[in-house]
């Protein structure tokens, strides 16, 4: 797997974001999404402090998410046409990519896809790709076409589909 001096942190269309600094085949694993495994509880808590550490969490499984604190995931923004997806392999996140990615483009991917039946964040979405879907909610509320090819090309993790 690339070291994450591949990555950088740079000002993109929607504030901080994910920068390839080099090439990336379709399917190359990209980076760890490094962080703390939390409750829901807790996330809830955020809410009410740090709206913006919970707004940052990466659903995990049934009942937790990893909070990326400062680290890589922290600044993964959305994209309505997204060119890395979330995968768990042996307990730990990682991105990896959908299509080719050249340098200098920015790493995104579609938050929908780690939003699960259950989770009611909605994030009015500023990506510019034509089309956007402007409200980003739950997969499950994702327009069909687009379900069934994140479906197969297993874009949406098996502990988000479980949540249905
Ligand atoms: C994980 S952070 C990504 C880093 C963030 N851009 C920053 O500057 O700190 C997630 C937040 O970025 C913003 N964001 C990410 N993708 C977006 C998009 N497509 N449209 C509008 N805002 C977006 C939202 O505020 C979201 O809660
Ligand atoms: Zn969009």
Redesign the pocket.
């Known amino acids: 797997m690339p070291a994450l001096r591949f990555l950088a942190v740079q000002r993109?269309r929607?504030?901080?974001?994910i920068v390839a600094l080099k090439s990336f085949s379709s399917g190359a694993l990209i980076c760890e999404i490094d962080g703390d495994i939390v409750t829901s509880d807790e996330v809830w808590s955020f809410w009410k402090t740090d709206p913006?550490k919970a707004?940052?969490c990466f659903r995990y499984d049934a009942d937790r998410y990893l909070s990326?604190q400062n680290k890589i995931?922290?600044?993964?923004?959305?994209?309505c046409n997204p060119n890395v997806r979330v995968v768990k392999h042996t307990g730990r996140l990682f991105f990896k990519a959908l299509k080719p990615i050249a340098a200098s483009t920015e790493i995104?991917h579609d938050?929908s896809t780690l939003l699960g039946a259950d989770d009611s964040w909605i994030?009015?979405?500023?990506?510019g790709e034509v089309p956007c879907r402007k409200k980003?909610r739950s997969f499950h509320e994702l327009p069909t076409a687009i379900l069934r090819r994140y479906l197969a090309i297993k874009a949406i993790p098996d502990f988000i589909l479980a949540t249905r």
């Open positions: 993109v929607n504030g901080l974001g913006r707004a940052n990326p995931g922290a600044f993964a923004n959305h994209s995104a938050y994030m009015r979405c500023n990506c980003i």
